[in-house]
């Protein structure tokens, strides 16, 4: 172990062990961990509290911003917990909460030994970050690969690649889904990044049925990108054990990353991911290693322990990394961007640690219920959380859409709903290539109000996704006129200044 690896081992089990309220002689604070499963072993031996869920959805884009009609209250959180004056993103059924400092947490500043020296690290790439997800591609998804799983029964990557045939229909499929060309027309659009998930499975698929392969496609993908001077996000979108039970871990149904191994090994290959794309030979175009995709904060997992997961892992990667400019992103939980906000200020990496929200208005009843007006009017709001999440650490929308779910009228009024009964009045439920000029009009309202947030807000976004059905899909957006081009284009400025 280097000597830079070894502190940064240090200094990853001092904050996690104080975390729990447990205290490094200062002694030890000079021996390096020997491996990574030093780490890996304390989760299944540590205290943990359990939040209450709620049996509402936590993809409601909602950001952390309390107001009036949602106050704040305060929930017990026991001495172990690692959550330092963190707000829970409030919904109708779920106020905003704040969760107290234990004296003894290392969130609150009790350190064992000195802190280190604030981080000099700057983000080194473009100022601001334009991009898509290429979804779909080395990690499937049903709904957007509808024509790759006919003819396979099979409802998710990890029963796809069960499946006899599959290695040879995956094989075509990323040899066909997207191309150099592609990202040259990108490109033209203004986009300046590209956010590329891949599965844990590309670098490890022992005991598994998942198909390695994808990872000589993100390699090309990577030389592609260098050849358009656009900037590459690396995303691991399915950890082991799947991370949430969403179909986008590869495997939907149950929740099983926070048990038994599949932390350590999910770490595990995030260091084989940072000593590949944080090698120097990269540093001209890999920016950015996501820790995780979409971690759920309820169920069978719990956001301490995830924390507890954010912190050894960005010691590994970081270790792992001859960049030191690579940029180690997390995702909220869906928290809210802002409640990482006191993990950002311990972790203490300067603009070398970055989180990732998801803001989208399609996943939830209430956002169901609203006009467009109120989507766009949402859309402005999130400005205040994001902000604050960006004056402590580089905050990125890393997925958000088009698609909401409206009619408009031939006045240019709309409702909320998939059905509508004035005469000539039409719903986005209608095929996409059939919308009229009134829809694209709302559709693209929309989407320049959620840019305008996010450029005044944030450090980036990233649209999901390239290629989808639809409003989903970037391509389709930009040639029906819904998305500008390029990008930074506007047809309705100033949407949030009203």
């Known amino acids: 172990m280097q000597p830079q690896n070894a502190v940064a081992c240090i200094w990853a089990l001092a904050f996690v062990l104080n975390a729990w309220g447990l205290a ?26 359990t939040l209450p869920v709620t049996g509402s959805s936590p993809l409601s884009g909602d950001i952390i911003s309390p107001t009036p009609e949602s106050p704040v209250s305060t929930l017990p959180v026991s001495e172990s917990s690692p959550l330092s004056e963190d707000i829970i993103s409030p919904t109708p059924e779920r ?41 779909g591609w080395l990690v499937i998804e049903k709904w957007m690969n509808w024509e790759l799983f006919a003819g396979f029964d099979a409802s998710d ?7 006899p045939g599959a290695e040879a229909a995956l094989q ?32 490890d698929n022992d005991n598994t049925p998942y198909l390695k392969g994808a990872d000589a496609f993100l390699d090309k993908a990577i030389g592609w990108a260098r050849g358009a001077d656009i900037k590459v996000w690396v995303d691991l979108h399915g950890a082991p054990g799947s991370q949430n039970g969403f179909d986008n871990s590869g495997r939907a ?34 920016i950015g290693l996501e820790l995780i995709n979409e971690p ?73 219920q609203l006009t467009q007006a109120q989507h766009i009017e949402k859309a402005c709001g999130w400005s205040s959380g994001l902000a604050d999440a960006n004056s402590v650490m580089p905050t990125f929308v890393g997925e958000f ?11 240019g009024s709309t409702t909320a709903g998939t059905s509508c009964s004035v005469e000539g009045c039409q719903c986005q439920s209608a095929e996409f ?66």
């Open 433 to 498: 290539d059939q919308w009229n000029d009134v829809m694209v009009e709302q559709a693209r309202r929309f989407v320049e109000a959620q840019l305008d947030t996010f450029e005044a807000n944030s450090r980036g976004y990233f649209m999901w996704a390239w290629k989808g059905p639809g409003s989903w899909g970037f391509t389709n957006g930009i040639a029906k006129g819904i998305i500008p081009n390029p990008v930074t284009d506007r047809k309705y400025p100033g949407q949030c200044d009203k």
């Open 24 to 49: 490094i002689p200062e002694s030890h604070l000079a021996t390096p961990c020997k491996t990574l499963s030093d780490i890996g072993t304390r989760y299944n031996e540590a205290p943990a509290s």
């Open 95 to 135: 106020p905003a909460t704040t969760l107290p400092v234990p004296s003894s947490s290392t969130l609150s500043g009790d350190i064992v030994s000195p802190s280190p020296q604030p981080s000099t690290r700057a983000f080194d790439g473009p100022d601001f970050l334009r991009g898509v997800n290429i979804g």
């Open 401 to 411: 859409s088009a698609s909401s779910q409206i009619c408009v009228n031939p006045d």
């Open 296 to 368: 759920i904060s309820w169920g069978s997992n719990n956001i301490e322990t995830t924390k507890r997961f954010a912190a050894d892992a960005y010691a590994a990667v970081r270790a792992a990394a001859a960049n030191p400019d690579l940029m180690i992103i997390m995702h909220d939980a869906f928290q809210g961007a802002n409640s990482w906000n006191s993990f950002a200020r311990e972790l203490n990496a300067g603009d070398g640690f970055g989180i990732d929200a998801h803001l989208y208005q399609i996943f939830v009843e209430e956002d169901l």
């Open 172 to 203: 075509n499929h990323w040899n066909t889904w997207f191309k150099e060309e592609d990202v040259q027309n990108l490109k033209s659009n203004g986009i300046n990044a590209m956010r590329i998930p891949i599965g844990f499975w590309a670098y």
């Open 157 to 163: 990557q990890h029963s796809f690649d069960s499946q």
């Open 253 to 286: 149904g149950s929740v099983e990353w926070q048990q038994g191994d599949n932390i350590r090994r999910t770490i595990s290959v995030l260091k084989t991911m940072a000593e590949k794309y944080g090698a120097q030979q990269y540093a001209d175009v890999v």
